[in-house]
């Protein structure tokens, strides 16, 4: 059995993902991953089985960042008003931030046989838990997960995409957060 690196992992992980915002998933394969990895096309089989266990795998770990990155700037005493401000913006900065990693889970989460492998409120438990526990306390209003996050997340991939068309992102931005707390917040 051969010894494996966790940084040469990276690096296939980090190839794949550039592959996949230059050429698409179809044109990410196995032989190009490794030619921009540095890599052998066995090296990368002592790592995965399958080009789609490598991209289910790297999908599932890149879904979790923005949440993770998010759940840093939370705290559990902020007013409601605070924590719906901080969400959005912390989604926003992820967003902008680490742009390859959010253009590729964008990508990524338009492809059924990957999208239904991870789930948004697996990734973000956390977040969801908090907001329940707001909800509970009656500060914000109950409504599904699903509709939650779409109301929270969805409308900032929005913006995050088109910022650098439109000047007034950051006014946008704004206006959205007292959008989402007059609708969310009782």
Same mark, same amino acid.
Request: aromatic fraction near 12%; charged fraction near 30%.
């Given at each position: 059995?051969?010894f494996? /690196? +966790? ?22 394969? $196995? ?5 921009e990895?540095g890599v052998?096309?066995?090296?990368? @089989?002592?790592? @995965?089985d399958?080009?789609? +266990? ?6 599932? %770990? @890149? ?13 559990p *005493? ?5 924590l ?6 912390g989604?926003?900065s992820?967003?902008? +931030?680490? %742009?390859?990693v959010?253009?590729?889970? +964008?990508?990524c ?7 239904n492998? $991870?789930? %948004? ?10 907001i329940r ?10 409504? /599904? /997960?699903?509709?939650?996050g ?9 913006? !995050?995409?088109?910022? !650098? ?7 946008q931005l704004d *206006? ?11």
């Amino acid at each position: 059995m051969r010894f494996k /690196d +966790e940084d040469k992992r990276q690096r296939i992980k980090d190839a794949m993902v550039r592959l996949i915002l230059r050429e698409g998933i179809d044109g990410a394969s $196995v032989s190009k991953i490794a030619r921009e990895a540095g890599v052998s096309p066995a090296t990368i @089989y002592v790592y @995965y089985d399958s080009k789609e +266990e490598m991209l289910a795998e790297v999908f599932r %770990e @890149y879904s979790r960042r923005p949440y993770q990155y998010v759940m840093h700037l939370v705290r559990p *005493e902020m007013s409601g008003y605070e924590l719906i401000d901080t969400i959005v913006r912390g989604w926003y900065s992820f967003s902008t +931030e680490y %742009e390859d990693v959010f253009s590729f889970v +964008e990508q990524c989460s338009r492809c059924p046989s990957l999208s239904n492998q $991870v789930c %948004e409120q697996d990734n973000g438990y956390d977040i969801f838990d908090i907001i329940r526990s707001y909800q509970n306390r009656g500060i914000m209003r109950r409504c /599904d /997960d699903w509709n939650m996050g779409a109301m929270l997340f969805a409308p900032v991939r929005f913006l !995050a995409m088109n910022r !650098a068309s439109d000047p007034a992102a950051d006014t946008q931005l704004d *206006e959205l957060i007292q959008m989402l707390q007059a609708m969310l917040l009782l």
